[in-house]
C-alpha cells in the first residue's frame, strides 16, 4: 500500500522566498523611484508652459502684473486667463509651493519712457532645494527668489537676461518688453496720423478763410473750450458728418468778422487732471478729423475708471504759445488776436508748459 501527503512550506522556504521578493523589491524600486520623478518632472514643464501662456493673455488684457512676492494674488488673477485652479498655479508637480517675484522699472526706449515688468515663477524641484548646495530653509528660499532679480532696478535686465536654474529646478522667465515696444509703435503712429490730419484741415480751413477775406498769414486749426460734456459727445455721435462740422464752422464763422477771439485750447490747466473729460475731447478731436476713436490715446498710458482699463489721452494744444528758451520752459505770450494765431497746433503725450 502506498502513502502520499502534500506538505506546505517550511519556514525555511517563507525566509527565501521573501528574501527574494525583498531582494527584487530593492533592485526595482530606483527604478519606480526615478519613473516617478521623471513623470513630475515632465508634468512640471508642460504646466509651466501652460502658466506662460496665460501670463501673455494676462500681461496684454491687463497692460501690467502683480508685482513684489504674493503668490496668492499673482495666483488669483492667473486663473481668470488659464485652465489652472488657483491652487494648481501655487503648488507645483512634486507638492510644494512654487515661489514668484516682479519688479517693474521705468526704462527709455528711442524717445520715450517705458514702463517693463520683469517675474519669474520658480520651481524647487523634486528636492526641494534648489538644487544642489542650497538650504531647504523657508526663508533661504524666499530671499532666493528675491535674488533673482535683485533690488536695485537698473540691474533689473541684466539680472533677468542671465537667470538660470540649478540642476533639478523649473523657472518661468516673464517680461513684457515687446508689448512695451509695440504699444510705443501704436503711439507715435497715431500721432503722425494726427499731426497729418492737423495739417491738411488747416490748410483746407485757410483757403476757406482765404476766399472769405481773412488774413492770409492766419493759420487755423481745431479749436475748442475746453473738454466737452457726454450729453455734446452722444450728439456728436448721432451724426458726427453734421453735427461736429456744424459746430465747427459756427465757431470760425464767430471768430471770422471780429478777429479777437482768445487763444483757446482743447486741454486746459483746470481739466487735464480729469483723464476721462480729457479722453472724451480727444475722441472728438479724432472725429473732426476724420480718424478711428482710438486715435485719441497714448497706447503705453492707461487709467482705471469706474472698474474699467482706458488709454490715456493725448494733450492737444490748437495755438500754442512759443517757447523762448525751452531749456528753462519759458514761453512767449498767449495770442490775443485772430492774426496771432499762427503758430501750429501741439499733440503730445505730456502737458505742455507753453500750452497756453
Request: aromatic share 10%; net charge negative.
Amino acid at each position: 500500500m502506498t502513502f502520499s501527503s502534500n506538505k506546505g512550506f517550511s519556514i525555511i522556504d517563507v525566509i527565501l522566498a521573501g528574501a527574494v521578493v525583498a531582494f527584487l523589491v530593492v533592485l526595482t524600486y530606483p527604478l519606480v523611484s526615478d519613473f516617478v520623478m521623471l513623470q513630475n518632472e515632465k508634468e512640471e514643464e508642460d504646466a509651466q508652459a501652460r502658466i506662460l501662456q496665460a501670463f501673455h493673455v494676462m500681461a496684454q488684457e491687463e497692460k501690467s502684473i502683480e508685482l513684489g512676492n504674493n503668490l496668492s494674488v499673482f495666483a488669483a488673477n492667473l486663473e481668470d486667463y488659464s485652465s489652472f485652479l488657483q491652487r494648481d498655479i501655487e503648488i507645483d508637480k512634486f507638492n510644494r509651493s512654487r515661489y514668484y517675484r516682479a519688479v517693474s522699472n521705468t526704462e527709455v526706449y528711442r524717445d520715450a519712457n517705458m514702463v517693463v515688468h520683469y517675474a519669474v515663477l520658480y520651481s524647487t524641484g523634486e528636492d526641494g532645494c534648489w538644487g544642489k548646495g542650497i538650504s531647504c530653509d523657508t526663508t533661504t528660499i524666499d530671499a532666493s527668489v528675491t535674488n533673482l532679480l535683485g533690488t536695485n532696478p537698473a540691474d533689473y535686465a541684466q539680472k533677468f537676461k542671465d537667470i538660470e536654474t540649478p540642476y533639478g529646478d523649473f523657472l518661468i522667465k516673464f517680461t513684457d518688453r515687446d508689448y512695451q515696444r509695440e504699444r510705443f509703435k501704436t503711439t507715435t503712429e497715431r500721432l503722425d496720423r494726427l499731426t497729418d490730419a492737423l495739417a491738411e484741415y488747416g490748410q483746407l480751413k485757410r483757403y476757406q478763410g482765404l476766399a472769405e477775406g481773412v488774413s492770409p498769414t492766419a493759420i487755423f486749426f481745431p479749436p475748442s473750450q475746453g473738454p466737452i460734456s457726454d450729453a455734446q459727445m452722444r450728439n456728436m455721435a448721432q451724426d458726427a458728418d453734421t453735427d461736429i462740422v456744424s459746430e465747427l464752422d459756427a465757431e470760425f464763422t464767430g471768430i471770422f468778422p471780429t478777429g479777437t477771439e482768445p487763444d483757446v485750447i482743447i486741454n486746459d490747466d483746470a481739466t487735464t487732471s480729469d483723464k476721462q473729460d480729457r479722453r472724451m475731447s480727444m475722441i472728438a478731436l479724432a472725429r473732426v478729423l476724420g480718424l478711428p476713436d482710438e486715435y485719441c490715446c497714448n497706447a503705453m498710458k492707461f487709467f482705471v475708471d469706474g472698474g474699467e482699463l482706458y488709454e490715456e489721452a493725448f494733450f492737444y494744444y490748437s495755438n500754442p504759445r512759443a517757447r523762448e528758451n525751452p531749456a528753462l520752459n519759458t514761453c512767449g505770450p498767449a495770442a490775443t488776436s485772430i492774426d496771432d494765431r499762427k503758430l501750429p497746433p501741439r499733440i503730445s503725450t505730456e502737458p505742455d508748459p507753453c500750452g497756453k
